[in-house]
């Protein structure tokens, strides 16, 4: 039969249970300490990544609420803008109006003067061509 040395068996065995403890010591607890502290740097790393996300959004929020207030002061200033522009114009219309009206006014009454003027004249002239005819119609 197999003889088993008791000596190497005892030697074995610690030998296997201080291999097993270097190894622990110098091997599995760096490596078991390194994949700890890199999961630990994920979630720190996706936590970051996560509320970023949120400050994003919440920075998106913000940039369009900004957005919507620019776009809202625009307006008001465009329609501010055009308002003004048209009491401007609605004023110069008003004056040029007046001063066509006064225009007009004032045509009419030379027109009214020279009218008269013209009736006068030829009513001056009245006897001058009564006489005229009767002397053409005296000829003939």
């Not at 201080?18 to 390194?34: D, S």
């Not at 990544?49 to 940039?63: C, H, K, P, R, T």
């Amino acid at each position: 039969m197999i003889e088993i040395s008791v000596f190497a068996y005892i030697f074995t065995i610690v030998v296997f249970i201080g291999l097993v403890g270097y190894l622990n010591r110098r091997l599995y607890q760096p490596m078991l300490n390194f994949m700890d502290a890199r999961d630990a740097a994920i979630q720190k790393d996706e936590k970051l990544a996560n509320q970023n996300l949120a400050d994003v959004g919440s920075e998106a929020l913000e940039i369009e609420s900004i957005l919507s207030k620019a776009r809202d002061e625009a307006a008001k200033i465009r329609e501010a803008g055009l308002s003004e522009i048209e009491n401007e114009n609605s004023k110069k219309i008003e004056e040029k109006t007046t001063s066509l009206e006064n225009d007009l006014a004032s045509y009419l009454q030379d027109l009214s003067k020279q009218k008269d003027e013209i009736k006068k004249a030829l009513e001056k002239q009245i006897p001058d061509f009564r006489a005229g005819i009767k002397e053409k119609l005296a000829r003939i």
